[in-house]
T-cell receptor, first 115, second 110 residues
Framework: GAVVSQHPSWVICKSGTSVKIECRSL??????MFWYRQFPKQSLMLMAT?????????EQGVEKDKFLINHASLTLSTLTVTSAHPEDSSFYIC???????????FGDGTRLSIL | GEDVEQSLFLSVREGDSSVINCTYT??????LYWYKQEPGAGLQLLTY?????DMKQDQRLTVLLNKKDKHLSLRIADTQTGDSAIYFC??????????FGSGTRLQVQP
């Protein structure tokens, strides 16, 4: 079946550095990818919707200059957390969707810890 | 508007059936999903049902959809300790990202 690969699975870095997270659809073309953030014991919060070849659409309250999203191909979207700070520590999950009548498939998530 | 609600916690004994309930508000939903999340892991798609169906069975999983009441349920037969996880229902209207419920933590007691 369809598989979405997310990399890295866990990253720890110092405050002030930038971190890039990759999301790849392995056996289908993802016209749309979504980026979610999940706080402990909470549900997923949509951060942005990424369509291939166009600018991402950010949800209210999400800083687009802080969370840079690039969807340069039909199989790859990246989320870069710029100048990360401890409050950016969270679990980030991507999902990818192909045709409109197909379900979304999720990556395994990236645990980001900022010291 | 879009709003998906679930109960927060369910505890069952191993071997019993588990039923996790979900209500949604958007009548234009095309697909409704059940995802499983184990500690520290991402979301695993368990099953989904198209809005013109009222039941779907897949091995130990049975999904029931009542469109009139906007009620979705997931029944897990012969629940095992490995089924312990958080289960999210989500609706897909086709217009944007999924809308998730808060998740139901299923605890299976040996």
């Amino acid at each position: 079946g369809a598989v979405v690969s997310q990399h890295p699975s866990w990253v720890i870095c110092k405050s002030g550095t930038s971190v890039k997270i990759e999301c790849r659809s392995l056996d289908f073309q993802a016209t749309t990818m979504f980026w979610y953030r999940q706080f402990p014991k909470q549900s997923l919060m949509l951060m942005a919707t990424s369509n291939e070849g166009s600018k991402a659409t950010y949800e209210q309250g999400v800083e687009k200059d802080k969370f840079l999203i690039n969807h340069a191909s039909l199989t790859l979207s990246t989320l870069t957390v710029t100048s990360a700070h401890p409050e950016d520590s969270s679990f980030y999950i991507c999902s990818a969707k192909g045709l409109s009548n197909q379900p979304q498939h999720f990556g395994d998530g990236t645990r980001l810890s900022i010291l | 508007g879009e709003d998906v609600e679930q109960s927060l916690f369910l505890s069952v004994r191993e071997g019993d059936s588990s039923v996790i309930n979900c209500t949604y508000t958007d009548s234009s939903s095309t697909y409704l999903y059940w995802y499983k999340q184990e500690p520290g892991a991402g979301l695993q798609l368990l099953t989904y049902i198209f809005s013109n169906m009222d039941m779907k069975q897949d091995q130990r999983l049975t999904v029931l959809l009542n469109k009139k009441d906007k009620h979705l349920s997931l029944r897990i037969a012969d629940t095992q300790t490995g089924d312990s996880a958080i289960y999210f229902c989500a609706e897909d209207t086709g217009r944007r990202a999924l809308t998730f419920g808060s998740g139901t933590r299923l605890q299976v007691q040996p």
